[in-house]
């Protein structure tokens, strides 16, 4: 008789742990969705892409050992998708990693389990334990440990600041769009353009060349003529033989790549850009374009970065990423209530087009233009 109540017992404490732990679960997975619809009816009332639209679908997205990572909501309007929110565990905190407002998400023709590295890439189970492997293997290029701060004069002696307004590139106000509401804030450069990395670029690991082509290309046609070789269009498609020339010559200056007469496409040739690289390489660029008296300075501060941003003026942004850092075009920040803060970015990802969203917190460094 003992034996059978000790069995009873035992019995019910099993499922007394299974059910804590179903609710456990429960509770975290709604955690993730109050963030997400949080974002989104933050957002619909102000974002014309989504003012008929609503999330219709959730993708869980896992990472090592098959831990959940997240989830990926997809937003649709009248049965065509526009765009998509993840939400992960960040930094301690369950928040939007990355949104963006139009188009379909990379794993849209995926039905496998989806691995997801914050803001890298979605992947299978496969690719994403290759490239977890690989980054053991592997010196990032743009890791920080490669950024060496040299003391200048102005360190010294103050003369300028060349975070001061006058001193950046001079940007007409009508480029600059700002709003405040309740429950949203926007600031973003307009008219900014859209350039792809590899493979619809044509160098391999070129995100740092593709963004300085966006950088300079944005300038040359606003404010420094003749900083680029002809007129660059806004999108890449329309003129790509002209667009991937300035990038594969941004990959020159930026010493993306060991032998700019080898193989572009080769990742062993083209390694990806140091951050030193970036910025000795725009300085070169601005002075053989007849703009020397424009410096390129490197700024970890973000509130450097809004300083720069309201002034009107993109910057080559560095994100923090799983395995190293990814280059993208800066172009304005953002907020949904209540204080999810986000940077407004160009990804230069064909699969990340169009004004795309990032988690302030993935925010790890940039390179701006001064005369200061």
């Known amino acids: 008789m003992k034996r059978i109540v000790l069995l009873i017992l035992m019995l019910l404490i099993v499922l007394s742990s299974s059910s804590l732990d179903v609710n456990a679960k429960s509770t975290k997975q709604n955690e993730y969705h109050e963030v997400a619809y949080r974002f989104f009816n933050s957002l619909s009332s102000f974002k014309e892409e989504w003012s008929e639209a609503s999330i219709e679908e959730t993708i869980k997205l896992r990472g090592d050992f098959d831990a959940e990572r997240g989830y990926l909501y997809r937003v649709y309007d009248n049965e065509q998708q526009k765009g998509y929110i993840v939400v992960t565990h960040l930094n301690n905190k369950i928040q939007v990693t990355e949104a963006t407002f139009t188009g379909k998400d990379p794993i849209i023709e995926n039905h496998k389990k989806n691995y997801y590295i914050a803001p890298f890439g979605f992947y299978t189970k496969d690719e994403y334990n290759k490239i977890i492997s690989s980054l053991n293997e592997i010196i990032n290029p743009d890791s920080n440990d490669n950024v060496t701060e040299i003391p200048i004069l102005r360190d010294i002696w103050p003369w300028t600041n060349p975070l001061d307004e006058k001193y950046l590139v001079p940007i007409p106000d009508d480029l600059y769009y700002t709003f405040s509401g309740s429950f949203h804030t926007e600031q973003k450069i307009l008219e900014t353009p859209e350039y792809f990395n590899f493979s619809y670029g044509p160098v391999n690991n070129g995100c740092g060349p593709t963004t300085a082509a966006m950088l300079t290309s944005f300038f040359d046609r606003i404010a420094l003529p003749n900083l680029v070789a002809g007129t660059l269009p806004l999108q ?7 667009v991937d020339n300035h990038i594969i010559l941004m990959a020159d200056y930026l010493n993306t790549c060991n032998d700019m007469e080898g193989d572009l496409t080769d ?28 410096d390129a300075y490197y700024n970890t501060n973000l509130s450097d970065y809004s300083k720069v941003i309201s002034a009107g003026n993109p910057v080559y942004l560095r994100l923090s990423t799983t395995g190293g850092g990814h280059a993208v075009l800066g172009i304005g920040q953002g907020s949904a209530y209540p204080g999810d803060n986000f940077l407004i970015v160009r990804y230069n990802w064909t ?15 940039f390179v701006y233009l001064s005369r200061g």
């Open 236 to 242: 890449h498609s329309d003129n790509k033989l002209a």
């Open 267 to 294: 990742g062993a040739n083209c390694t990806g850009t140091y951050y030193n690289d970036a910025k000795s390489g725009l300085n070169q660029y601005f002075g053989d374009r007849g703009y020397s008296e424009y």
């Open 351 to 365: 699969t990340r087009d169009g004004e795309y969203w990032v988690a302030q917190d993935e925010f790890n460094g």
